[in-house]
């Protein structure tokens, strides 16, 4: 068998794995993780080959509480202290000084470590079954989207993975906000569901944005996170008549719109939560969706230009070029 329910058994089999240096894939409340020991130089490089990822690209290392981040880190300032009070377990991992033990496979090279504590109870469990940390990028092939149901991690990764731990749709649905704390200043690098302003609040100064060029991060490539079929964000008074353009092209479209803006049929029309958190939780599963269909173009209804939008806005971004 290799997608199992999650369960005391599943689990403890799963920290077996990781101990021989096999892979495992398992649920976050973000997106599946393809977790592999992170001590382990050589079942890292496996993540590695599974992806199809460059081997620079450096991985979160997700840890079971916060005592064990000086495994990991050294010279941790306060402000990470601060954060991961609040924020972990949760959606947020921070770069910080690697400790020299951290293998350099794991953070692509780079004197610096992303870790986080994942708010998942089969996460934790593994974590703690496990007994140490758990090196995961989401479990999905380079620059394909991120998996948010089990199936999905099959889809993407099948025999590359011994175990895929089975724990449901993933809640939060975009991966982690990521936060650099290694330099002078708090820069952040991935928008998530914990927004800047949250992290500014706990800090009490301000957060930086980093420009793509300055980080080494796949996430912050342009191309990422994409379906096959071309997709377009647009407005939504102008989706209507891009619509009929297209269909009098004859083309297969695939609807990702928030209220019924055309008639088309209703097998390629996806209709999106008008709640940020809602819809980012439906994000990945219904490109993915759409992607399947073999469709020649998926029109995405561009969503508010709000705060509680950034994660969805670099995402969809990242997806789908804009009208
Ligand atoms: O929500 C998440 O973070 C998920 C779940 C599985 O925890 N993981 C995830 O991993 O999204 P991944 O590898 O797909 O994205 C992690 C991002 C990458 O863009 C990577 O380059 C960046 O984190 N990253 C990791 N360590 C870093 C470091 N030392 N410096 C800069 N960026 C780093
Ligand atoms: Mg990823």
Redo the contacts with the bound molecule.
Sequence with gaps: MHTLPADHTTIAAAAHLLRQGQLVAFP?E????LGADATNPEAVRRIFAAKGRPVD????V?IPDLASLDQWAQNIPDSALKLAAHFWPG?L?I?LNKQPSVPLEV??G?T???L?M?NHPVALQLLQAFGGGIA???ANRFCRI?PTQASHVNEELGAAVALILEGGPCQVGV??T?I?LSGLHPHL??P?QISRAAIETVLGESVLISAPTQ??????MAVHYAPATRALRCPSERLPELYQQLSRQHKKIGLMVSQHLVDTAPAAQILMPKDADLYAQALYASLRKLDSLHLDIILIEQPPDHDDWQAIHDRLSKASARL
Aim: aromatic letters at 2%; proline letters at 11%.
């Design positions: 976050t973000t997106v599946y993780g690209h450096p991985l979160i997700h959606p991992a770069i953070t692509g780079q610096t470590v992303g986080r994942p995961a990028p989401s991120s991966e982690s990521i650099d690098l991935r998530g980080v080494r991060t796949s996430g912050m």
